[in-house]
């Protein structure tokens, strides 16, 4: 028929041209600054899967390019191409690779998130109130202090944030720390972050949530312990009434852990 596929020299066109996509797109920063301890592995995650995809993308265009090229017709031919019954191994092949690459795409990435998700006996846990189209924040003690617009976590310890929001789906997004939320009405999420560098960055909401939902920001302060725990005794204003019911709902239908904060 048409003979035996050159495999080995589509492999090699293959392998060196995924080299070259990976050696273009891996340098870039796609991600910006990194301000958080999970930032390098989700970085990292990201080039890993360059990879991946390069590869298939690779290997899809040697083998599209060469079947246009191999079985194009010939002027004038206007025959109907040859009947064509299977080929059982390039079927399994093909079905085999994609499925090993999912599987360590999987693999890895689960690896990465269970690392992430790995919760410090000593945390500090804040309580995220989103709604259209403003952030509010309650930190652990007696009466909880509050603030709105402005959140302040210390440096080099781990944070849990409580999500919980009041209206519509929102989602917290602070884009040096890398970790994304979405605030669910009715049930208290988790996000776990470590910052590790001091500075003043921006919390944003990446989810749809109204006509506002472009402006909804809010400024955050990761600095010195010393420096954070002034500021929060320095809080003045109470936890207003519905986000207080909200926290104690959350406690008996979600059981957040609020202890390791002082509450």
Same mark, same amino acid.
């Given at each position: 028929?048409?003979?035996?596929?050159?495999?080995?020299?589509?492999?090699?066109? &293959?392998?060196?041209? &995924?080299?070259?996509?990976?050696?273009?797109?891996?340098?870039?920063?796609?991600?910006?600054?990194?301000?958080?301890?999970?930032?390098?592995?989700?970085?990292?995650?990201?080039?890993?899967?360059?990879?991946?995809?390069?590869?298939?993308?690779?290997?899809?265009?040697?083998?599209?390019?060469?079947?246009?090229?191999?079985?194009?017709?010939?002027?004038?031919?206007?025959?109907?191409?040859?009947?064509?019954?299977?080929?059982?191994?390039?079927?399994?092949?093909?079905?085999?690779?994609?499925?090993?690459?999912?599987?360590?795409? /999987? /693999?890895?990435?689960?690896? $990465?998130?269970?690392?992430?998700?790995?919760?410090?006996?000593?945390?500090?846990?804040?309580?995220?109130?989103?709604?259209?189209?403003?952030?509010?924040?309650?930190?652990? /003690?007696?009466?909880?202090?509050?603030?709105?617009?402005?959140?302040?976590?210390?440096?080099?310890?781990? $944070?849990?944030?409580?999500?919980?929001?009041?209206?519509?789906?929102?989602?917290?997004? $602070?884009?040096?720390?890398?970790?994304?939320?979405?605030?669910?009405?009715?049930?208290?999420?988790?996000?776990?972050?470590?910052?590790?560098?001091?500075?003043?960055?921006?919390?944003?909401?990446?989810?749809?949530?109204?006509?506002?939902?472009?402006?909804?920001?809010?400024?955050?302060?990761?600095?010195?312990?010393?420096?954070?725990?002034?500021?929060?005794? /320095?809080?003045?204003?109470?936890?207003?009434?519905?986000?207080?019911?909200?926290?104690?709902?959350?406690?008996?239908?979600?059981?957040?852990?609020?202890?390791?904060?002082?509450?």
């Amino acid at each position: 028929m048409y003979g035996r596929l050159p495999i080995v020299k589509m492999l090699l066109v &293959t392998i060196a041209l &995924t080299v070259v996509i990976s050696a273009v797109m891996v340098p870039i920063n796609w991600n910006g600054q990194g301000a958080s301890t999970a930032a390098p592995k989700i970085d990292h995650l990201l080039n890993v899967m360059i990879v991946l995809s390069s590869f298939v993308f690779s290997l899809v265009m040697v083998m599209l390019f060469y079947a246009l090229w191999k079985f194009k017709a010939k002027p004038g031919d206007e025959s109907d191409g040859e009947p064509i019954h299977g080929n059982t191994r390039l079927e399994i092949a093909w079905t085999l690779i994609p499925t090993i690459i999912v599987l360590f795409a /999987g /693999g890895y990435s689960w690896k $990465v998130l269970d690392d992430l998700e790995h919760k410090d006996p000593h945390h500090l846990t804040v309580s995220v109130f989103s709604q259209q189209y403003a952030w509010s924040f309650a930190y652990p /003690g007696k009466d909880y202090a509050y603030s709105q617009g402005e959140l302040h976590v210390p440096v080099g310890e781990q $944070v849990q944030f409580k999500m919980h929001a009041m209206d519509v789906i929102h989602s917290f997004w $602070v884009p040096e720390w890398r970790i994304k939320k979405d605030n669910v009405p009715g049930i208290t999420t988790t996000a776990i972050v470590t910052p590790d560098k001091v500075g003043t960055y921006q919390l944003v909401c990446t989810e749809l949530c109204g006509f506002g939902h472009a402006t909804m920001r809010a400024k955050v302060v990761v600095e010195p312990k010393s420096k954070f725990e002034k500021w929060v005794e /320095g809080l003045d204003q109470e936890l207003p009434e519905p986000y207080m019911d909200v926290l104690k709902e959350g406690s008996v239908t979600n059981a957040p852990d609020l202890g390791a904060g002082g509450a």
